[in-house]
């Protein structure tokens, strides 16, 4: 089964049938929506009033986003299907995916916290079809929590006022709760609450206009002297802390599988029109530089989604005893969304000035791929919580059981009481175990990189001052991601059994990425004389098999002209 989304003959990997039914009834509303009348709302900025009928009618957020215990007897909070609603909601529009993205969050800080009441009132709304939001960011601070300004003070009868103000809220016009993140006035200790966004003391300032996801209201509201009482408040102090950090953890998470959704539909429409386009005679696809456009840039895809899938089965096994989660959930976060970007831009060249044409899914997929990455953390920030791990990842193994393909039907409960802190403790099994009985020329390439970066950082590891430069350590963290990137995507082709060709097509691609880097590092910082020694000798060269390259456009690439196209 291909790994790439196809409507027209599309088989949920879901086990049971109320899974299914929702991911085929919503590529129907999407198939008989048209692409035209997606492209108008868009256009118009008008809010999806449509879609939201939708997900009331079909019941979509209440199955897919209420955990056991608090719906119906079946009620599960499965990764597994809650990514896959992600994939395909972003492959019709982020805007879309926008939504329930942002739900996510919004339900969060509520199966996190310890207001049972709260939980009830959820599930309950989430079978009137509510959509939800999260109070975080602020204009002036961002997310920066520590500089939080909403307060929470307390009045004469035991209750409390709410004031202050957050900006960039996704569903902020109509969510039927907004978990909002404050500080108790006179304590300082955090808190999170919710709000109803219809109140009368909930302000909806404005819609900020944002170049990307149109249709989507992405708001800035204030509270003034809102109303608290115990009912509303969901958790205090570190467990508020937590609750805002793992609400993140799980949020950041989907947008790996938004970028692949975004990236698979664009592709379909950028091959559709480069093979059916002639130039001086000749099919642009006869070209040999499009060819490789489109063979990289597959290849690429691919690598995302079989990073997502297994980084996703990582999250499902998570354990206060295995939390390698925090690893490869902000990889997914940074690299999965910045390939995205990259996949777009690749495809751009091929189809040039088709692809800002306004009547395209492209145009659409140009504006929208690039607030992934920025959103819930930068790729920077994510980079710089990456390299925390470098140490124990090389050099401080331990054996773990091996993490299967988890596409059981679970409650993934471990997601809202997820263990905080100590990152230090965090330790992986040796990374060559991945590279096991692979002999694909490229791979072992890529190998020989590695073993660099490890003698480069256990023989010239970054001085005093270089660990102290942000920016040095961001630039070391880029090669350290796509080691951890390559050792899930190997892990993967194990499991969803891929060509010998695309590997050795993928692993092309990853010995040039990190050869890039290791330039970049050379160029610009300053290192001593043997760094500079191992990251000149990381700068390999890939081995280039123009029959590898020429089977895999033959054989994968080609046929996939025509598979898709959006009416």
């Keep these: 089964m291909s790994l790439l989304i196809n409507p027209q003959n599309y088989e949920s990997p879901q086990k049971d049938s109320p899974s299914k039914e929702i991911m085929e009834k919503t590529i129907h509303f999407f198939e008989d929506k048209g692409l035209k009348s997606i492209k108008e709302d868009d256009q118009a900025s008008r809010w999806y009033t449509d879609f939201l009928k939708f997900i009331k009618n079909e019941q979509v957020f209440s ?37 329930y993205q942002v739900s996510i969050l919004g339900l969060g800080p509520i199966w996190m916290g310890d207001n049972e009441k709260a939980k009830h009132l959820t599930a309950q709304k989430l079978r009137d079809g509510a959509i939800f939001a999260f109070g975080l960011s602020e204009k002036a601070h961002g997310a920066d929590l520590y500089s939080n300004e909403m307060a929470l003070s307390s009045t004469n009868d035991g209750h409390y006022l709410a004031n202050g103000g957050k900006y960039y809220i996704g569903n902020a016009n109509e969510a039927a709760l907004v978990s909002t993140f404050a500080k108790y006035e006179d304590t300082k200790d955090y808190v999170f609450f919710v709000v109803d966004s219809q109140h009368r003391n909930y302000k909806l300032i404005k819609k900020i206009s944002t170049s990307g996801v149109r249709p989507a209201y992405v708001g800035d509201y204030e509270l003034i002297d809102y109303p608290i009482t115990q009912d509303e408040i969901l958790s205090s102090g570190p467990l508020a802390w937590d609750s805002a950090l793992s609400t993140i953890n799980i949020g950041k998470f989907q947008l790996g599988f938004a970028s692949i959704g975004i990236c698979t539909h664009a592709y379909y ?58 690893l490869y959930n902000p990889i997914q976060k940074m690299k999965v969304t910045t390939q995205g970007m990259k996949i777009i ?5 091929a189809i040039a000035a088709k692809g800002f044409e306004q009547d395209t899914y492209f145009e659409t997929a140009i504006r929208d791929i690039g607030m992934i990455p920025r959103l819930e953390g930068t790729t920077h920030v994510n980079i710089a919580l990456v390299i925390k791990f470098m140490s124990n990842y090389f050099f401080n193994p331990m054996e773990y059981p091996t993490i299967p393909k988890r596409d059981d039907i679970a409650d993934d409960s471990y997601l809202f009481r997820q263990k905080a802190g100590k990152l230090a403790s965090v330790r992986f099994p040796d990374y060559r175990l991945a590279y096991e009985g692979i002999q694909v020329s490229n791979v072992i390439i890529f190998q020989e990189q590695i073993e660099l970066f490890r003698s480069f950082l256990e023989q010239a590891s970054p001085s005093q001052e270089q660990s102290k430069n942000i920016d040095y350590m961001l630039a070391l963290g880029e090669m350290f991601t796509l080691i951890v990137y390559a050792q899930l995507v190997l892990e993967n082709s194990k499991l969803h059994t891929i060509s010998s060709a695309l590997l050795d097509e993928i692993f092309n691609f990853l010995v040039r990425d990190f050869a890039q880097f290791a330039l970049t590092q050379i160029s610009n910082y300053n290192n001593s004389t043997q760094q500079e020694e191992f990251l000149k000798a990381m700068m390999k060269k890939p081995n280039l098999n123009a029959a590898t390259s020429q089977t895999l456009w033959e054989t994968e690439v080609k046929p996939l002209v025509g598979a898709y196209q959006h009416a």
């Design 63 to 99: 199955t897919l986003l209420t955990p056991a215990g608090y719906g119906a007897p079946d009620s599960r909070f499965d990764l597994g299907r809650v990514c896959e609603f992600n994939e395909i909601s972003a492959f019709y529009s982020l805007s879309y995916q926008y939504a």
């Design 345 to 349: 831009e690749m495809l751009l060249d």
């Design 269 to 326: 429409e950028a091959l559709n029109h480069a093979s059916n386009r002639e130039l001086y005679g000749k099919k642009v696809t006869a070209f040999p530089h499009i060819q490789k456009i489109f063979t990289e840039s597959y290849a690429r895809l691919i690598t995302m989604k079989l990073y997502a899938l297994r980084s996703l089965d990582y999250f499902r096994s998570a354990s206060d005893d295995d939390r390698r989660y925090l």
